[in-house]
């Protein structure tokens, strides 16, 4: 029987398998699909989620397979150039298509030992007080001691527990695709900037290997009404249409790799817990890809709540760890879905939105202003509240340069860590749980700093008692007796 059963081979599944697997916790993760997809819905990682790569060991992978781009500097396509000066290392937007950021993902939770069955569509769920009972398609069914739905915008899972979805539903929808077209590049891009600039749900550009004669195009365009059956993909024929309505002409489009659809519908799990199951990704909420944040959205969740669950796993969990996944992730996905709403009403046609985006194109004149913007799409001003004042305190630590190396490079073990200046401090006590690191940087200006596995910042200060008061809110009680003996780190 594996501890945590994930229902939904995703990147919002894959990152927690592997968070989990940092740990040692038996996981089983359930993908209804027999073969992973080819469709492209994410372009890329924001600077958030590039963190989260790094503090885990997995950024060269992902570099290896991306592009950086500038910035990221825009605001429902406003764009400006960035004055802004991000508190983050990666000041970048790494473009890379998200079958590979799936792939790299899976490959990361496989190495860990994270049990992957594709094929398997999860169908029933029961709880009880010791575990959770899944039932699959086919009739199999599984027991484990908690279960994460990770199973999409339409997660079962969530509809099973009988969780409300409140919020917005559909009222437009899009059709996606990856088509060959056969009219010349230039001709392409000229009709392309000629309707953009009055249908601003269209959209076009190349998506092949950009080499000359690549023929391979992404393009996107409003569909003639919201389908009532969204699972089944468009076909050709309905996309050619479209293109000939918006566009004048359908780019001599013959063949598609993929086609999909896709909507504004607006809402968010009104619990991420019940019991013993979790809701994470989109299936704890959903919104319009604009600002490109569902998936960094859902690797966040997933890095929120692998410790703590694996922490409940192990024995280790304080009271009410596990309920913070809630508490902290749900207002970070409502403020999301609150500025993907803002944008959607700046890129309206109407007079009305199209004067508030000229004001705002103003505003982000504003350095602070740019700032905060950016800072909310690309997920570095999270800030948790954890009841304490302190500036840093509930804000994730940007990685800094130490004496002898790089903070983020200390944490991909997945450890709570003490970044401690002083040299006098000590988490005796709770050393499986934390490592303490003694070193200096000239970028930290407090004498140490606690960190939960998440690089969230739980503490600042130089008293030991004040941090023995902090380390059990996290790390749970005291193990004394059983620390092992290299309970500082030692770096190379
Ligand atoms: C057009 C478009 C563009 C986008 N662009 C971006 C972008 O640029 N940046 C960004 O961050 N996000 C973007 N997104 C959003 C992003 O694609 C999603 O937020 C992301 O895929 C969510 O990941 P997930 O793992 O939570 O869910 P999913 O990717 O939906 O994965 C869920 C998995 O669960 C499986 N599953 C479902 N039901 C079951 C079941 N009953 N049993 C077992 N398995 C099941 C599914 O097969 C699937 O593999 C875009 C979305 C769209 C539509």
């Known amino acids: 029987m594996p501890e945590v059963i994930i229902s939904g081979g995703g990147p919002t599944g894959m990152m927690l398998a592997s968070e ?45 397979h991306g592009q950086q781009y500038p910035g990221p500097r825009s605001f429902a396509g406003i764009d400006k150039p960035s004055t802004a000066t991000l508190d983050t290392a990666h000041g970048y937007v790494l473009g890379i298509p998200q079958p590979v950021t799936d792939r790299l993902l899976t490959e990361r939770a496989v190495e860990l030992g994270a049990q992957i069955r594709r094929g398997h569509e999860v169908t029933g769920v029961e709880q009880d007080d010791d575990g959770v009972t899944v039932e699959l398609a086919g009739g199999a069914r599984l ?17 099973l527990l009988g969780v409300g979805f409140p919020g917005e539903p559909a009222q437009t929808e899009w059709l996606l695709a990856e088509i060959e077209v056969t009219t010349p590049p230039d001709e392409l891009a000229a009709v392309a900037d000629q309707v953009r600039k009055t249908h601003k749900g269209f959209g076009i550009g190349p998506a092949g290997n950009g080499l000359p004669g690549n023929r391979l195009y992404r393009a996107v365009v409003p569909a003639a009404t919201v389908a009532e059956d969204r699972t089944t993909p468009p076909t050709l024929q309905e996309f050619q249409t479209q293109l000939r309505a918006y566009a004048g002409t359908d780019f001599g489009v013959r063949s598609a790799r993929w086609l999909s659809r896709f909507t504004d519908a607006t809402r968010l799990a009104e619990r991420y817990r019940t019991g013993r199951v979790f809701l994470a990704g989109d299936a704890a909420h959903v919104h319009p890809p604009l600002g490109g944040q569902g998936l960094n959205l859902g690797i966040q969740d997933a890095f929120n709540l692998g410790w703590k669950l694996a922490a409940e796993v192990t024995g280790w969990a304080p009271q009410g760890l596990l309920d913070s996944y809630h508490t902290e992730r749900h207002p970070v996905a409502a403020d999301v879905l609150n500025t993907t709403r803002a944008q959607s009403e700046l890129i309206s046609p109407e007079p009305g939105p199209q004067a508030v985006r000229r004001l705002l194109t103003e505003l982000m004149d504003f350095e602070d202003v740019s700032r905060f913007l950016i800072e909310k799409v690309t997920g570095i001003g999270v800030r948790y509240d954890f009841g304490d004042s302190h500036e840093l305190t509930g804000k994730r630590l940007r990685d800094i340069r130490l004496s002898r190396g790089r903070l983020y490079e200390l944490m991909h073990r997945g450890h709570g860590l003490l970044l401690d200046q002083t040299g006098e401090l000590s988490v005796a006590g709770w050393t499986d749980q934390v490592d303490h690191v003694i070193d200096v940087s000239d970028e930290l200006d407090v004498p140490a700093m606690l960190l939960r596995p998440d690089g969230h910042v739980a503490w600042t200060g130089d008293d030991q008692q004040d941090l023995l008061n902090h380390l059990p809110t996290w790390f749970g009680a005291s193990t004394t007796g059983r620390e092992n003996s290299a309970s500082v780190l030692t770096i190379p």
């Open 20 to 64: 989990l697997r940092l740990h040692d916790v038996d996981v089983l993760v359930l993908e209804k699909d027999a073969e992973p997809g080819k469709l492209v819905r994410s372009l890329g990682l924001h600077p958030r989620s590039i963190e989260i790569m790094d503090q885990r060991g997995l950024l060269d992978r992902f570099l290896a």
């Open 143 to 159: 027991r484990s001691r908690w279960l994460v739905g990770c199973d999409g915008g339409r997660s079962l899972v969530r509809r």
